[in-house]
């Protein structure tokens, strides 16, 4: 199964949307921030990013779900800064030093440089870990990639504080969607992530993102996800982030096929870890309230996907991006 861009690539469609997705630079409106500036002439935007793409690495990683690492590895490449501002962001150190990543700008031209070589190891895709902010600067890598052979597919891997207009025109460039759904209720959006109605932007941004994919989850003959679209969702203690909510929104509003990642992996970092205010973030979960968010998969019925390991998930995500082990099971193992 190809991957979708290369159509748009085929059909001569795919700089039209690239250079739609460059005009929203102009006076930014690229998430829902929605801050105006004029991110083509350099002004630096709410995100902290003007106009060309912060990477701050790009690797062969091993801890995505097991259908996108594969053996090969998942074609990571991940953005500095971001338009969120998570209390306990597990990347903070590239997230929210928008001081230390402005040295880390590169041009479009090396953008697809690192797809093509993270294509040349034998990684099974190509990640793009934050892209939400650089969503522009994204597409127009991805289109001088593919003119260059690039033929892997293209995973977004964002926080779903996305503009739906954006998502319309990444339409037939992203192959399989991998948002977070990070809270239920948009008070803790802005009182742990700094941002204005995250509920209302995040559903609608996956509610597109769902339109385009459907249900179904899309495989190749190595058994690796090629297409489809699937929700992750991080177990906050003291239920801040409402699993249940999320999971009856997305069985009612989407379907109870939509395929979810359950994860374990919340440890307390960044301000979590050392601002009183956040004290209910301070620790990592219980295995009981794991163990509860596992019952609702069942109780809810949800059928498709995928949950991690209570015991080793603390170790995910360090910040230097080596790769912990990060087994996960597929959701059908309970049920």
Request: proline fraction near 3%.
């Amino acid at each position: 199964m190809n991957a979708r861009y290369l159509t748009l690539l085929a059909e001569n469609k795919l700089e039209e949307r690239v250079v739609a997705l460059e005009e929203l630079l102009r006076s930014c409106t690229v998430c829902p921030k929605d801050c105006g500036n004029d991110r083509l002439n350099d002004e630096i935007a709410a995100c902290y990013s003007g106009r060309l793409p912060i990477v701050s690495s790009f690797t062969a990683h091993f801890g995505e779900e097991p259908v996108l690492s594969g053996t090969n590895g998942a074609g990571n490449i991940f953005f500095g800064n971001c338009n969120l501002r998570c209390v306990y962001c597990q990347n903070y150190q590239i997230s929210q030093t928008w001081r230390e990543q402005k040295k880390n700008e590169v041009t479009h031209e090396r953008l697809a440089e690192m797809m093509l070589e993270l294509q040349e190891r034998g990684c099974h895709n190509i990640g793009f870990v934050s892209p939400t902010h650089f969503a522009p600067q994204m597409a127009r890598g991805i289109l001088l990639a593919a003119q260059q052979g690039l033929t892997l597919p293209i995973v977004y891997n964002t926080n779903a504080y996305d503009s739906v207009e954006v998502l319309k025109l990444l339409d037939g460039i992203v192959d399989i969607y991998l948002p977070d759904l990070k809270y239920a209720d948009s008070d803790a959006g802005f009182q742990y992530s700094k941002v204005r109605d995250y509920k209302e932007h995040a559903r609608a941004a996956i509610k597109e993102m769902h339109r385009q994919m459907g249900d179904e989850l899309v495989f190749g003959d190595d058994g690796l996800l090629k297409q489809g679209l699937m929700i992750r969702l991080l177990v906050l203690p003291n239920g801040i982030a409402d699993i249940e909510a999320n999971l009856r929104w997305i069985r009612d509003e989407l379907s109870p096929k939509t395929a979810i990642s359950l994860m374990a992996q919340y440890y307390a970092t960044n301000k979590a870890a050392t601002d009183e205010r956040y004290i209910l973030l301070s620790r990592r979960i219980s295995e009981g309230e794991w163990f509860e968010a596992i019952s609702l998969l069942d109780d809810l019925g949800i059928e498709e996907g995928f949950m991690q390991e209570y015991e080793s998930a603390s170790h995910y995500y360090r910040p230097d991006f080596t790769d912990a082990e990060k087994p996960f099971r597929d959701i059908r193992d309970f049920q």
